[in-house]
């Protein structure tokens, strides 16, 4: 299991990234994260933030979560 919190801020094209809490060096500062929770896999993560927040996209970081990043 990781932690996982996304950016309050949503980026450039308007999505909002999730990282893994203790394993990125391109975190947000600590005001802007959200937690979002404990997760086995970002692809849960992303699915539980996009159940949570149907009005917004997101995507997960591509440091920390290459494995799901889209963009
Ligand atoms: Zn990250």
């Known amino acids: ?3 996982y919190i996304v950016n309050k ?3 450039d094209n308007g999505t909002y990234v999730i990282h893994k809490k203790h394993e ?3 975190l ?3 005001e802007n994260q959200i937690k979002l929770g404990d997760y086995s896999s970002p692809a849960n ?5 996009r159940r949570t927040y149907d009005d917004k ?3 997960s970081c591509k440091y920390c979560c290459p ?3 889209t963009e």
């Open 1 to 3: 299991m990781a932690r």
């Open 24 to 26: 990125c060096n391109h």
């Open 57 to 59: 996209v997101f995507d």
């Open 9 to 11: 801020n949503p980026d």
């Open 28 to 30: 947000p500062s600590p």
């Open 67 to 69: 494995e799901c990043h």
């Open 45 to 49: 993560a992303l699915f539980d933030a």
